[in-house]
């Protein structure tokens, strides 16, 4: 079936420092990929998306390619800061029965130190 | 545009007890669905619309019953809470037919705690 694995965390790292979360899919088909940043209390919202191979998505100095041959979709800034301390969840979009379904990771919890 | 809005934002139950999870959008979305966030699990999906009348299950569906009358709402009733059902509740809608997209944008959720 489809899934979406993501790297555990918390991942703890001081401001300024290089980010890399990591996430690898399984999919029949071909699937969109999406990352989703959710900050503390709030609902989640999309950061970056790409919809084909080689694509790459990028926001907010978040950047990630849609690696086809090895199946991930790592997520990377090169300069983090508190302010990006939140949730990050990498998903998968699949048209089923007329309905894109979003298929989540469990999540990878970033924290950002002064 | 207020986009997704859900209500309650807590709500604490007794084991036995129903409650309905409200959940609007003002896009003109077609698509509309219901998740539920617990720890080390990322979001299942529970129940999802793709239009006003039709409905069908997600991943989760066991303990929730679904409607959808009216484009804008797609509200979410547990008849007979249980503790399992314990989690935060997300609401998202997606899909306009204007723009063709499919971005799912998602409500600041609802807490649930049954006891």
């Known amino acids: 079936g489809n899934s979406v694995t993501q790297m555990e965390g918390p991942v703890t790292l001081s401001e300024e420092a290089f980010l890399t979360i990591n996430c690898t899919y399984t999919a029949t088909g071909y699937p969109s990929l999406f990352w989703y940043v959710q900050y503390p209390g709030e609902g989640l919202q999309l950061l970056l998306k790409?919809?084909?191979?080689?694509d790459k998505g990028s926001n907010k100095g978040f950047e990630a390619t849609y690696r086809k041959e090895t199946t991930s979709f790592h997520l990377e800034k090169g300069s983090v800061q508190v302010s990006d301390s939140a949730v990050y969840f990498c998903?998968?979009?699949?048209?089923?029965?007329?309905?894109?379904?979003?298929?989540f990771g469990a999540g990878t919890r970033l924290a950002v130190h002064p | 545009n207020a986009g997704v809005t859900q209500t309650p934002k807590f709500q604490v139950l007794k084991t036995g007890q129903s409650m309905t999870l409200q959940c609007a959008q003002d896009?003109?979305?077609?698509?509309m669905s219901w998740y539920r966030q617990d720890p080390g699990m990322g979001l299942r999906l529970i129940h999802y619309s793709v239009g006003a009348g039709i409905t069908d299950q997600g991943e989760v569906p066991n303990g929730y019953n679904v409607s959808r009358s009216t484009t804008e709402d797609f509200p979410l009733r547990l008849l007979s809470a249980a503790p399992s059902q314990t989690s935060v509740y997300f609401c998202?809608?997606?899909?306009?037919?204007?723009?063709?997209?499919?971005?799912?944008?998602f409500g600041p959720g609802t807490r649930l705690t049954v006891t």
């Open positions: 790409a919809t084909k191979a080689d």
């Open positions: 896009m003109n979305h077609e698509y």
């Open positions: 998903a998968l979009s699949m048209i089923s029965g007329g309905y894109n379904k979003l298929i």
């Open positions: 998202a809608s997606s899909y306009s037919k204007t723009t063709n997209t499919y971005e799912q944008y």
